[in-house]
């Protein structure tokens, strides 16, 4: 049940999964929120302190989720995929991978620019350990946005991959995901 089989997703990977998808489409919402906020408003602080807690919670979740699919089987791809189509979903899984990692860096640079730490919640904060380059704020707020861009565009095309094979191609791709046994 918490662990992957052969026909479907366990409850660990299910989890991790759509948690993670629901924190980057908030947090992509909310970074282009907030940076419409004026000074006076009562969210101007707020709201990029809690997209920067949030953001180390989707570096954290990142980092048990690639130990985790690391150790895991991953179940069959469905018979009626071509060589192709399974190479080119297995490719954009590892790019959300790579993105999600590439995006959080980037933030954290942003965030320890001018020599501050990032805070979680105000429960513990991780220091600001160099300043990697001139002009680091404005350089990995442009990267920042870019990748955040690009990941949604992926997440984009993802989701109607997985609702083609739900409805028209009627396979277990996105049952799978809902930890629906065969
Ligand atoms: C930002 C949003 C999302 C990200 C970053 C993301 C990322 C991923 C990754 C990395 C995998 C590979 C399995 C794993 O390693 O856990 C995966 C699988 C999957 N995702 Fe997403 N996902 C997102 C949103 C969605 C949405 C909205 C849907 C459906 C409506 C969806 C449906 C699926 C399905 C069905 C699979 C299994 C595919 C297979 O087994 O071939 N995902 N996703």
Redesign the pocket.
């Known amino acids: 049940m918490l662990r992957n089989s052969s026909t479907t997703?366990g409850l660990i990977?299910v989890l991790?999964?759509?948690s993670?998808?629901?924190?980057?489409?908030g947090q992509?919402a909310m970074g282009l929120w907030m940076v419409t906020l004026d000074y006076y408003d009562a969210w101007y602080h707020g709201a990029p302190d809690l997209h920067k807690s949030l953001g180390l919670l989707v570096a954290f979740l990142w980092l048990i989720?690639v130990v985790?699919?690391c150790l895991e089987r991953?179940?069959e791809?469905?018979a009626n995929?071509t060589y192709w189509e399974?190479r080119l979903?297995?490719a954009?899984?590892?790019l959300?991978?790579v993105?999600?990692v590439l995006i959080s860096v980037a933030g954290y640079l942003i965030s320890t620019a001018e020599d501050a730490g990032v805070s979680f919640f105000g429960v513990f904060e991780v220091p600001a350990m160099f300043i990697a380059f001139e002009q680091q704020a404005d350089i990995a707020g442009w990267i920042h946005w870019a990748l955040a861009w690009l990941?949604?565009i992926?997440?984009f095309l993802?989701?109607l991959?997985?609702?083609r094979?739900?409805f028209y191609n009627r396979d277990r791709?996105?049952?799978?995901?809902?930890g629906r046994k065969g």
């Open positions: 997703y990977t991790l999964h759509w993670m998808a629901l924190l980057i489409i992509f989720r985790w699919r991953q179940p791809a469905e995929y399974h979903a297995l954009m899984h590892w959300f991978y993105l999600i990941i949604i992926c997440a993802h989701t991959a997985a609702l094979h739900h791709t996105l049952l799978k995901m809902l």
